[in-house]
């Protein structure tokens, strides 16, 4: 079956860093660009890093770009998500997924658990 679970979050100070990881299972992983999410309450998922299928080329927003780096390691299937710099409007539940979102588990668009992350002093 189809499985992302993420895991490395925690609480931190303003400034801080985390290293979150993703493994990937029931899927060819190797073959797809993969992506970090994250969602605070009320708020629609934000992408926030994304990776080619080879791990040549990644791209982030604005908003996490020089503090935010995203890599992976397909012999592990795990996708990683280096975050320094933290500010307190980092602080959501981080999730990682295809770049497309194409995994489907019991007939809708497969989300993993995610995990959290909160910036606070």
């Known amino acids: 079956q189809v499985q992302l679970v993420e895991s490395g979050g925690g609480l931190v100070q303003p400034g801080g860093s985390l290293r979150l990881s993703c493994v990937a299972s029931?899927?060819?992983?190797?073959?797809?660009?993969m992506s970090w999410y994250r969602q605070t309450p009320g708020n629609e998922r934000e992408l926030v890093a994304t990776i080619t299928s080879t791990g040549g080329s990644t791209n982030y927003p604005d908003s996490v770009k020089g503090r935010f780096t995203i890599s992976r390691d397909n012999a592990k299937n795990t996708l990683y998500l280096q975050v320094n710099s933290l500010r307190p409007e980092d602080t959501a539940v981080y999730y990682c997924n295809t770049k497309y979102n194409t995994l489907v588990k019991n007939g809708r668009t497969y989300w993993g658990q995610g995990t959290q992350v909160t910036v606070s002093s």
């Open positions: 029931g899927f060819t992983f190797s073959s797809f660009g």
